[in-house]
């Protein structure tokens, strides 16, 4: 979904999911105005690479334009060479949490608890391979598509870009977000 006429933020986080013998790392991006994971990646290394690839992934789903607005904690994996090298090429506004405060990345960390309520807390992943098979069916079948957000009038984000692109439906919602957004 390409946006303009509005100045995208995208929210980024890491968090470990543990595995038998040790940890998988998982990278997410989320879209701020939909509440949709847009990026993800899971590595078993919390290396910068996981991030980069997130990062990719979310371009490469949303096609943005210049001007977005990019935050992340203050971790290496965000302030690292490649990762803002990628954050120039295309223009993203680079943002980052102050020093110790982890309620400048509210959004993302919410994110966070909620994967790890609905799905880590529920399951117990063996393996590297246990995490990569589930953790991308919640992220695309059930968070994109199934989860309500009250910030979005209690719809799924996949649901919610799904009125965007359709004026009668957006027009239906009402929501003062809504009119400012042209798509």
């Known amino acids: 979904m390409e946006v303009t006429g509005i100045n995208q933020v995208w929210v980024s986080d890491i968090t470990y999911i543990r595995v038998l013998t040790g940890f998988v790392y ?5 879209d701020l105005f939909s509440r949709r994971v847009i990026g ?3 590595s078993k290394s919390i290396r ?3 991030t980069v690839t997130a990062l990719r ?12 607005i990019h935050h992340s904690d203050r971790g290496v994996q965000y302030a690292c060479d490649d990762y803002v090298a990628l954050l120039d090429e295309y223009g993203f506004q680079g943002s980052m949490s102050a020093p110790g405060n982890p309620y400048d990345n509210a959004f993302a ?6 994967l790890k309520n609905e799905e880590v807390h529920l399951c117990e992943y063996e393996s590297f391979t246990d995490v990569a098979e589930q953790i991308p069916q919640f992220i695309e079948a059930v ?13 799924p984000p996949a649901e919610f870009e799904a009125i965007l692109q359709d004026k009668k439906r957006k027009a239906s919602l009402g929501q003062v977000t809504l009119k400012l957004a042209e798509y």
Do not use: C, D
């Not at 960390?109 to 909620?114: A, L, P, R």
């Open 26 to 30: 998982l990278a997410v991006i989320l």
């Open 40 to 42: 993800w990646a899971l």
């Open 48 to 50: 910068h690479e996981l």
């Open 57 to 68: 992934m979310a371009i490469e789903a949303r096609n943005p334009g210049a001007g977005v």
């Open 109 to 114: 960390e919410s994110f966070m608890k909620t």
């Open 143 to 155: 968070y994109n598509q199934k989860r309500v957000h009250s910030g979005i009038q209690y719809l």
